[in-house]
Nanobody, 115 residues
Framework: QVQLVQSGGGLVQAGGSLRLSCAASGNIFNSRTMNWYRQAPGKQREFIATITSGGNTDYANSVKGRFTISRDNAKNTLYLQMNSLSPEDTAVYYC?????????WGQGTQVTVSS
């Protein structure tokens, strides 16, 4: 059973920072591309960042330069460092990967940015 368990998030003032974590169970993490998505109220879930098994990264334009995706393969953990947060970043954040042809999602973590 593959599971992604998220931690971090919470309430922060505009301009602040938060770090999200996503711990993967099972011996799948090191070989997988890992992703972060988010879903704001009333909006569709959107891609925000990806990191390959080799450490190559890419970001949505909305977060580029402010968010950093990283991974620690020794700890089977994915991270999302979020800086210069704004109220528009308020959303539920999800980590995600694919396994055996199907998507696996974390449970979601609420991030709320106050103005």
């Amino acid at each position: 059973q593959v599971q992604l368990v998220q931690s971090g998030g919470g309430l922060v003032q505009a301009g602040g920072s938060l770090r999200l974590s996503c711990a993967a169970s099972g011996n799948i993490f090191n070989s997988r591309t890992m992703n972060w998505y988010r879903q704001a109220p009333g909006k569709q879930r959107e891609f925000i960042a990806t990191i390959t098994s080799g450490g190559n990264t890419d970001y949505a334009n909305s977060v580029k330069g402010r968010f950093t995706i990283s991974r620690d393969n020794a700890k089977n953990t994915l991270y999302l460092q979020m800086n210069s947060l704004s109220p528009e970043d308020t959303a539920v954040y999800y980590c995600q990967t694919n396994f055996n042809g199907r998507p696996i999602w974390g449970q979601g973590t609420q991030v709320t940015v106050s103005s």
